[in-house]
């Protein structure tokens, strides 16, 4: 969320040391690699005829890495129009993100100076979630990997998701590894048709979102997946131990998945509603230590694995695709 999974999982809130907003640098940094992109695209794309903009960031989380974002942007506006006769913006941001969300820690920590109002949208941004053709830029950053179910496929610890601790990823794993892709594909989909109905013809929208490349060994190459592969193991390890639930185990799995940038444009190409303006492929500006790893997996995840298996749990147990995409005609 910077999103969840259908249970409406958040991010660790507030500002203690294993909370989102102490250890989501990572994520931040993506924002680093991809803001000039963002800042070209709005000063040769964008289209608005009106002084009030509306910008809405999907999967806002806590606010530490969509405060930075959403003044880029509006800075970026300001510049485009600052000699034209739209002589004085009005400027709003959206922050959606789900139910559980910690909106307070957002709230309490928006910049003093900030030069827009603000509107906080929880709910599932697989939905509806704002009136028809009110967003003039649409964000979302590390958010859309996040899934609304877990495939089928991929449910029990005796599914072929969990046999034998292997990577996901690996080819043993072919019938997983497809129903994963549909889930992804199916509710990326879903997502664009629901914004599609909310911006305005001529607006834009970024996607920041973690990818896979193409071709990667997962036995030697470590990406965005490994860590989540590395937990795969130690929950099956700690079953055979008998010091987590195998009953709950079984009921489990991770309600994300990583693509590859060719499976995102093949996905983006489809609409009928958007246009791909440009789509890169860029690393994080942050740079993490073992430690700093395992304390972004922590803030993320906590909350999703203590509903599962009990807070003790938490105590034993990369590549970003930037899309910006056009708001085609009707």
Excluded at 235 to 255: H, I, Q, Y
Aim: charge should be negative; include cysteine; charged fraction near 20%.
């Amino acid at each position: 969320m910077d999103s969840k999974d259908n249970r409406n999982f958040s991010m660790n809130g507030g500002h203690g040391a294993h909370s989102y907003v102490k250890n989501s640098s990572y994520q931040g940094g993506v924002l680093e690699a991809a803001k000039a992109i963002i800042e070209e695209e709005i000063a040769t794309k964008l289209e608005i005829s009106t002084n009030s903009i509306c910008v809405a960031d999907f999967g806002c989380s806590t606010g530490s890495n969509s405060f930075p974002a959403m003044q880029a942007i509006i800075e970026a506006v300001k510049r485009k129009y600052e000699s034209s006769g739209l002589k004085t913006l009005e400027f709003y941001v959206c922050f959606n993100d789900v139910v559980s969300n910690d909106f307070n820690t957002l709230f309490s920590s928006l910049p003093p100076d900030r030069s827009y109002e603000v509107a906080a949208v929880p709910g599932d941004f697989h939905g509806r979630l704002l009136p028809p053709s009110s967003v003039h830029f649409a964000y979302s950053s590390w958010a859309l990997h996040w899934l609304t179910e877990v495939p089928k496929a991929a449910a029990g610890r005796h599914s072929p998701a969990w046999s034998g601790g292997e990577s996901l990823y690996g080819v043993e794993r072919e019938e997983v590894y497809e129903a994963y892709l549909s889930q992804f594909e199916r509710d990326l989909e879903a997502f664009l048709k629901c914004r599609a109905v909310e911006m305005v013809e001529g607006g834009i929208m970024a996607l920041l979102i973690p990818s896979l490349p193409n071709y990667w060994d997962p036995q030697k190459e470590f990406t965005v997946a490994s860590v989540t592969e590395l937990l795969r193991s130690s929950l099956v390890d700690m079953a055979k131990k008998g010091r987590l639930s195998e009953t709950k185990l079984e009921a489990f799995n991770f309600p994300y998945y990583i693509p590859t940038p060719e499976q995102v444009w093949a996905i983006l190409q489809k609409s009928n509603s958007f246009s791909i303006e440009r789509m890169e492929i860029m690393k994080s500006g942050t740079l993490l230590t073992v430690d700093g790893h395992v304390a972004c997996f922590r803030a993320v995840h906590q909350n999703m694995l203590t509903h599962e298996f009990g807070a003790e749990t938490i105590d034993e147990s990369t590549l970003v695709v930037v899309a910006v995409l056009k708001h085609k005609n009707a």
